[in-house]
């Protein structure tokens, strides 16, 4: 019954988010002043240690998976912001921000639909001087390269490949809560939901083939324009650099797409540039923070890596501690590449020990570090036993109200078949 009412919501919410694309070429102002939490996104509790930011008044992006086109979108409008850790892909919202949308509800879907980032663009550029509109006439051709080739790939090796049960699948049991089973294999069904409606599904040779023509395309973009950091030779970043940028960091923890990557010297270069320029060394305190919620994140792991010899230390590294690491130990992230995927193809099973993956998980189920360490924060007990509490309330609450619910409608049933 629970499956069949999560499909039933799928297709409502693939249904709506048609009809807002359909609707794409209207334009809305960000009505920050309506716009309120809904019940779908995490409250900050006044009681809680914070971790993040003391200011409530920084604008706060919740992230299942790390949330690079965002953060480099405000990074690039020096807009100070925070990041935290979501467990749920339904709870994934932008806060206050029009994240992607100008929404006036509740989000009950996060960043995993197909929506377009221009609206975000388009509060920067009014509210906080983002200047992208010197961007070349050709930048629509190459970002649909982007949105309609290179993410459709991502996401079929994502949902489509034999990879999901020995790796994918254990991102999303460390990074959700209660009912992380249950979650992992809806967002696997919605992905796969979601190719098949816009007939985007290709084979996992096929999708690595496109892949690749489409980075060879972006190398000789990037060859052509040597005197500039970006991709079409501007001065300044498009929106095209930050799409394409927030693929390839989002590429840099696949298991596929890392080998195909390691073959493209130039976009590695482009990726630690624009790490280097904007993430690494961090000053300020919001800055700190973000880096440790991005460095934590469970989708953000370096997949080759997890094949080197089975100790929790070292089976578990993260595409964001690489790159901090490149500018400190003067490190070539295409070096480093070109060893995760001599390791990669060397070995074909995962051997990352089970019990050290649930002990992690479980670790961070009870809002520890993601790696072991002796050390225990104050009050951490009392944190996890008020989030336990309120997730039980919020159970009971909904079996109360299902069972409610489900009595009136065999009432209802049973009174018509008696007259």
Known sequence: MTLLLHDLWLSI?????????????RRYEASLARRVEGFTEELPSSKDDETAISSSSLMRILQFQPAWEEQLLLRLAAVPHTVVNSSYAVTEAVGPLPALQDLSRA????????????????????????????????????????????EPCRITLLCHDDEWNSFYKKRCLQAGGRFSQ??????????????????????????????????????HKLSSSSKSRWILGTTQPTRLDVALWDHLMHALTDVHLVIVLAEFPLLLTFVQTIWDAYFANPTEEWQIANAVQNATNPFAQVPSLLWSPPREDESFRHAVELMEQLSVQDRNLMETVRVAKEARLLQTTNKVDPNDAFRTWHRWRNGGPYHSTNDTAQGSDEKVRREYHRSDEAWIA??????????????????SREK
Not at 13 to 25: C, F, I, L, P, S
Not at 131 to 150: A, G, R, T
């Open 13 to 25: 919410e693939q249904y709506g988010d048609a009809t807002r694309n359909w609707y794409g070429h």
């Open 107 to 150: 989000a009950m879907m996060g960043r995993t639909t197909s929506t377009s980032s221009s609206p975000i663009v388009e509060y920067l550029e009014r509210y906080h001087g983002l200047v992208l509109d010197h961007q070349p006439d050709d930048i629509p051709l190459y970002l649909s390269l982007v949105q309609k080739e290179l």
């Open 182 to 219: 249950w979650q992992a294999r809806s967002y696997r069904r919605y992905l796969k939901f979601q190719q098949n409606y816009e007939d985007r599904h290709r084979t996992t040779a096929a999708a690595m083939e496109r892949v690749r023509h489409v980075y060879a395309l972006f190398e």
């Open 398 to 415: 909904s079996m109360a109200l299902s069972t409610i619910m489900a009595m009136c409608v065999f009432g209802v049933i049973g009174g």
